[in-house]
Each structure stands twice: as structure tokens, then as C-alpha cells.
């Protein structure tokens, strides 16, 4: 009978218990984003070869820190997802 009593709020307490996880671990990752270099700064510091520090590879993807037609960009390696730097794209003149 006790079992029975103490299921429902062992399962809630996980539910909650692992929200919260989820919702920790994108916040530091969005605040890691936020906290990236500039351009400019990334690469006075990485200097020519603009490599990956992580990986050595020269590929790399962006994409916009609140959405995908944000014109703050995050730019990544292509091949290991290390977040690189951040830039602000230019708004096309209507």
C-alpha cells in the first residue's frame, strides 16, 4: 500500500528532477554562446590559419544565437561542433 502511495511522487520527482537538468545545461550552453568572441578577436588570436583549436579542421557552420533568422551568428566547427566566435550580420537595405 505504501508503494502504491510513494510511485506517483517518485515519478513526478524525476519529471521535475530532470527538467531542471535539461533546462541547466541549455542555459549554460546558450549563456557559452553568448560569451563568444568577436570576429575580430577570434582571429587576431587564432591568427591565418583559423584552424579549430579543438580539431584542427577549417570547415564551419553559423547559425543565429535566438533563431534562425537572427542576425547575431554563431559560427561552429563543421566537423567536432566547437563554438568558435560570434559575429553580426549586416541588415540588407530595403
Known amino acids: 500500500m505504501a508503494w502504491e502511495m510513494a510511485f506517483p511522487i517518485v515519478l513526478i520527482l524525476t519529471l521535475f528532477i530532470s527538467a531542471f537538468i535539461v533546462l541547466t545545461k541549455h542555459q ?11 570576429r575580430s ?3 587576431a588570436a587564432v591568427g591565418d590559419d583559423r584552424a579549430c583549436k579543438k580539431c584542427g579542421a577549417t570547415e564551419t557552420a553559423e547559425h543565429g544565437l535566438n533563431g534562425r533568422e537572427d542576425n ?22 530595403d
Open 28 to 38: 549554460a550552453h546558450m549563456k557559452a554562446q553568448r560569451n563568444l568572441p568577436d
Open 72 to 93: 547575431v551568428r554563431i559560427v561552429t566547427c563543421a566537423s567536432c561542433q566547437a563554438l568558435l566566435y560570434q559575429f553580426k550580420r549586416e541588415q540588407a537595405a
Open 41 to 43: 578577436d577570434y582571429l
